[in-house]
């Protein structure tokens, strides 16, 4: 268990829905990042929030957006779903303070399926 | 742009016998941190082992241990005395050094297969 919680585990939606995954880090770490596993992409980093403020922004699509809440949970939301945005979506945390191998844990992800 | 690269899709091996995947990357920075993550049949991706690019020894844990050439630009793992519960696609992966760009650039993985 790698302190990191997702939630849901698995989502199933129709297109053009929307959904919010949700992500709480482990205790004390107050970067989160998200990732998107799909078979034809393999893992990409989406985007990555620090104590509440968006850090960096990978190939997030704008239909997708993010939060990170005072309480460190963070919340990814995707829009206007198509087929392919079927896949696992991971959430990591790290600590996020400057220096050191800041070494990413990893939740169970999210597995979701746009029908 | 950093780029992780894995050429072996998929690797078998006997239990209890000793397995070497491979990874090569490209980068321009010197300060950065390799990983190597597991993700069972279960999809958690769990962190095997992570080297540090200033650091020359190479690291170890338990029956994992990497090979880091840093000028080469190759940082295989090894894992000896194979077990069943080896089983896993293994992920290289690439953190830079640099603050705010701390985001994980992965391989394509490779598909580790253990023959009982």
């Known amino acids: 268990d790698s302190g990191v919680t997702q939630t849901p585990k698995h989502l199933i939606t129709a297109t053009g829905q929307r959904v919010t995954l949700r992500c709480s880090p482990r205790s004390g770490d107050l970067s989160v990042y998200w990732y998107q596993q799909s078979l034809d992409q393999g893992l990409q980093f989406l985007i990555q929030y620090y104590n509440g403020e968006e850090r960096a922004k990978g190939n997030i699509l704008e239909r997708f957006s993010a939060q990170q809440f005072p309480d460190l949970h963070s919340e990814l939301n995707l829009s206007s779903l198509e087929l392919g945005d079927s896949a696992l979506y991971f959430c990591?945390?790290?600590?996020?303070?400057?220096?050191?191998?800041?070494?990413?844990?990893f939740g169970p992800g999210t597995r979701l399926l746009v029908l | 742009a950093q780029t992780v690269t894995q050429s072996q899709p998929e690797m078998s091996v006997q239990e209890a016998e000793t397995v070497t995947l491979s990874c090569t990357y490209d980068t321009s920075e010197s300060d950065y941190y390799l990983f190597w993550y597991k993700q069972p049949p279960s999809r958690q991706m769990i962190l095997v082992i992570r080297?540090?690019?200033?650091?020359?020894q190479n690291a170890t844990e338990n029956r994992f241990s990497v090979n880091f050439q840093k000028a080469a630009k190759s940082f295989s793992l090894k894992i000896s005395d194979s077990q069943l519960g080896d089983a896993a696609m293994y992920f290289c992966?690439?953190?830079?050094?640099?603050?705010?760009?701390?985001?994980?650039?992965f391989g394509t993985g490779t598909r580790l297969t253990i023959i009982p």
């Open positions: 990591a945390s790290s600590v996020g303070s400057s220096g050191g191998h800041q070494t990413q844990y």
């Open positions: 080297q540090e690019a200033y650091k020359q």
């Open positions: 992966a690439y953190r830079s050094g640099n603050f705010g760009n701390e985001k994980l650039t």
